[in-house]
């Protein structure tokens, strides 16, 4: 799964934007195709336990609150600057979200999101 973790962040452009924190824990393609599989609420109640598990391993995202529409809110400024623990924390609470969607929907419904998140549509599509 980090393998895959590592795939969709690699390809989220809005990691590095200004908004960072909005971004943090995963791919806006897959969030979007999560919204469309799921629902609001079915997200943002997938991302609220994918981010506890997490926090096992990133403490910093002990005050992380999942909001309205999957957006976290509680981060600390030093945490969001820090690079390589924002990186960690966005890897460990993918990771998370992907275990929880092969346990719901299987390993190859999850793949086929995956890959679908981290490839641009051609224009012919």
């Known amino acids: ?23 943090l824990l995963l791919n806006d393609r897959l969030r979007l195709a999560l919204v469309r599989f799921a629902g609001i609420d079915g997200f ?8 506890a598990l997490a926090s096992a391993n990133i403490p ?22 820090d690079h390589v623990l924002r990186h960690e924390a966005a890897i460990a609470v993918t990771v998370q979200l ?6 719901f929907i299987g390993e190859s419904l999850t793949r086929r999101m995956v890959h679908e998140a981290c490839h641009e549509p051609s224009s012919d599509e």
């Open 1 to 23: 799964m980090r393998e895959l973790a590592e795939k969709l962040l690699a390809g989220n452009p809005s990691q590095l934007g200004v908004h960072a924190s909005d971004a």
């Open 98 to 103: 992907l275990g929880l969607l092969v346990t």
């Open 44 to 51: 943002t109640s997938l991302l609220r336990r994918a981010v």
């Open 60 to 81: 910093a995202l002990g005050n992380a609150k999942v909001g309205a529409e999957g957006r976290i809110e509680g981060l600390d400024p030093a945490f969001i600057q």
